[in-house]
């Protein structure tokens, strides 16, 4: 069956320094993979997806994210974070032709 | 509007009383979802309709719950006989036909059973 994981269930990092948020997934197929980001009382916002072509894909707000079948992993990154960074961030692979399976989140904090 | 609406957004509910969820979804979207993000995890799919076909309903959890989009448009979800372990954020999502295209969620509804 799909499944996502993040493993870091809450990261911090200062203002200005560069983030990374790991995901791995499983998949029998070529995976569609998407970042998703809540804000506390939000819904989600997509970030950034994956369908195939580049693996380096380019997102909202800075966010950038890099698939590598080798390693099942779609990690998302950002040079440097601003406060307003903070939130949950959700990734997660689409199962079937139009469910999404998404990993447990990772909580961003972000310290002054 | 612009975006998913979805109402209530708070619900406190006795255990055993029946709730009935609001979604209306992006003008001209064919496609709704509907996502249960219990404390802590991320979201779980629930169910998905196209227009007014449910086509996916593999993730309800129980004969409790129930979905329907009559006309194509606005969906509710509802749920019979509301217990504790289904107090969590329901999302609702919508997006257009073309293949898989990005789904816009609401804001969703928080659901406390009491």
């Known amino acids: 069956a799909q499944s996502v994981t993040q493993p870091d269930i809450h990261i911090t990092v200062s203002e200005g320094a560069s983030l990374e948020l790991r995901c791995n997934y499983s998949?029998?197929?070529?995976?569609?993979l998407f970042w998703y980001v809540q804000s506390p009382g939000q819904g989600l916002q997509l970030l950034l997806k994956?369908?195939?072509?580049?693996?380096l894909v380019q997102g909202i707000k800075g966010f950038e994210a890099e698939f590598k079948r080798s390693q099942s992993s779609f990690n998302l990154r950002k040079p440097s974070v601003h406060w307003s960074d903070a939130a949950e961030y959700f990734c997660?692979?689409?199962?079937?032709?139009?469910?999404?399976?998404f990993g447990q989140g990772t909580r961003l904090t972000i310290n002054p | 509007g612009a975006g998913v609406s979805q109402s209530p957004r708070y619900k406190v509910a006795k255990r055993g009383q029946d709730v009935a969820l609001r979604c209306d979804p992006i003008?001209?979207?064919?496609?709704l979802f509907w996502y249960q993000q219990a404390l802590g995890q991320g979201p779980e799919f629930l169910t998905y309709?196209?227009?007014?076909?449910?086509?996916?309903k593999s993730g309800l959890p129980s004969d409790r719950f129930f979905a329907e989009r009559p006309e194509g448009s606005v969906s509710t979800l509802k749920i019979q006989r509301t217990q504790q372990e289904d107090s969590a954020v329901y999302l609702c999502?919508?997006?257009?036909?073309?293949?898989?295209?990005?789904?816009?969620f609401g804001q969703g509804t928080r659901l406390t059973v009491v």
């Open positions: 309709f196209q227009n007014e076909a449910q086509l996916d």
């Open positions: 003008s001209g979207h064919v496609s």
């Open positions: 997660a692979v689409l199962a079937g032709a139009q469910k999404l399976v």
């Open positions: 998949y029998g197929a070529t995976p569609y």
């Open positions: 999502a919508s997006s257009t036909r073309t293949g898989f295209a990005e789904a816009f």
């Open positions: 994956y369908f195939s072509g580049d693996t």
